[in-house]
């Protein structure tokens, strides 16, 4: 290697280790001021977990304070089966009917727990065996006062909700370009550019069960495109017996849990304004139309969609309505009959 080579690659590794010590340094003592070797990267605040459906939600609380319906939430899982290529775990969040429950909440809808009984359970056990102390100070020795349990103390649900992630569909389309160019001498400068894009979706499948009489009152079954995009460059090029190349790249990916939030909430909202006959203008609940936080190209009907009345308490699916018999009916941006809506929208 040259005087020069050895300057140049000497100066390069004097700034590499000058930027790591700035980054912050690593002690193999811990500080014995905070108990740390290092202080940790990152100070992005906790912020509230929203969709553009949340305002909506919480926008139904004045409907849903005046009628008190108590909903519980069943299981809402996974059934795609997808799993991780590398084996880490599953593609989608097994959380769903946990963003069930929060969705319930902001809408003001009161909630009994029939998810995770286990410590009730395991309370009522202790009560009944006369192990746990009275709600009241002890005013005897101890063991003398304990928690009763009287019948009918557990409220029970008018509605309970239950349903799945059905769809995960990776690569749905995906397009790309990519160049080269540079010198046709071996020592010019040379270059590269590309950039991706694909799209991938999620489908979600909930319905709403009257408790009493197990009657499916509601169906909803939503799915929602993700994008993601990579966009990468580089250059190569020697100076004088040293080369240089250096290359740039950025990626990203809209939150596929997220993506599932969002139908979540989505799926509730219309769902509790149909339980509650909420006007159709209300919350911001005009699905299909361009007062849809999330509205898409064909939702531009001036019509909004049917609400449940008190005629009408069961809504069902037209399974056999001719617009639906194309699954991927409305897939394309530029297919110009692009009706689809919600459940009774006028076409």
Do not use: W
């Not at 050895?6 to 108990?35: H, M, N, Q």
């Not at 359970?121 to 065996?129: F, P, Q, R, S, V």
């Amino acid at each position: 290697m040259t005087s020069r080579g050895r300057k140049f690659l000497t100066r390069s590794l004097v700034l590499g280790f000058a930027a790591i010590a700035l980054a912050g340094c690593i002690s193999p003592e811990a500080s014995t001021e905070t108990g740390r070797y290092t202080a940790p990267i990152g100070g992005a605040p906790v912020i509230a977990n929203e969709t553009p459906y949340s305002t909506g939600l919480r926008c139904m609380a004045n409907y849903t304070r005046a009628k008190p319906v108590r909903i519980a939430v069943g299981q809402i899982a996974d059934y795609t089966g997808k799993i991780s290529s590398d084996n880490s775990g599953r593609e989608i969040t097994q959380g769903a009917a946990l963003m069930a429950m929060s969705a319930l909440s902001k809408a003001g809808v009161p909630l009994v727990e029939r998810f995770d009984t286990s410590v009730a359970e395991m309370e009522l056990k202790y009560a009944n065996n006369k192990l746990i102390s009275g709600d009241g100070p002890q005013s005897g020795p101890q063991g003398s006062d304990y928690r009763k349990i009287f019948a009918g103390s557990i409220p029970g649900s008018d509605y309970y909700l239950v349903g799945g992630v059905t769809e995960v569909n990776f690569n749905i389309r995906s397009m790309g370009a990519s160049a080269d160019g540079g010198g046709t001498a071996s020592d010019a400068l040379k270059g590269t550019a590309g950039a991706n894009m694909y799209v991938m979706n999620v489908g979600l499948d909930l319905r709403l069960v009257d408790t009493n009489t197990l009657e499916v009152v509601d169906v909803i079954s939503y799915q929602k495109q993700i994008i993601g995009r990579q966009v990468q460059a580089g250059v190569f090029d020697f100076l004088g017996h040293t080369f240089f190349d250096a290359s740039l790249g950025e990626s990203a990916l809209e939150p596929i849990q997220l993506a599932v939030r969002s139908v979540v909430e989505r799926a509730v909202l219309e769902m509790v304004s149909r339980l509650y006959h909420a006007p159709s203008s209300a919350c911001l609940s005009n699905f299909g139309t361009s007062d849809d936080p999330l509205a898409g190209p064909g939702d531009n009907n001036p019509n909004p969609p049917r609400m449940a009345t008190a005629s009408t308490p069961t809504i069902k699916e037209n399974h056999y309505d001719t617009s639906r018999q194309d699954p991927y009916h409305g897939y394309s941006n530029a297919d110009p009959n692009d009706g689809l809506g919600l459940r009774g929208q006028q076409q």
